[in-house]
């Protein structure tokens, strides 16, 4: 079995909480995966692929880069006065609205966190 280096750091700047996550996992890029088919009936669409639109829906940004080897994904969501997300500035990526207020937090104390498993 493989063990694989998974980084994980979350910083809170003006209303913006910016998160990276790096892992030396095979080539992943979750902007790539398609839109989730709200069309069809639930029995019908194909399984996972929800977190990725959320994340997308969500976030002011998401970037995604391979470098050396290593998988790197950077969300930006807006927080508390800052919560302008892709959906609310109206970009439309599919039917599924989410409002910014479900991200609102007054809990996060300390400049920045970071995790490595």
Known sequence: MHEHAINVSLSLDSGV???HIDDDGIAYNPLDA???RFDL???ERRIGGLGVHIMKTLARSV???RADGRNNLDIQIGIGNGN???ASAGVTRS???CGSTFLRTNSFTGPEYSSSR
Do not use: G, S
């Open 17 to 19: 909480l910016a998160i």
């Open 34 to 36: 398609p839109l989730p």
């Open 41 to 43: 009936p639930i029995e």
């Open 63 to 65: 970037e995604y880069r």
């Open 84 to 86: 302008e997300t892709a």
């Open 95 to 97: 039917p599924l609205r």
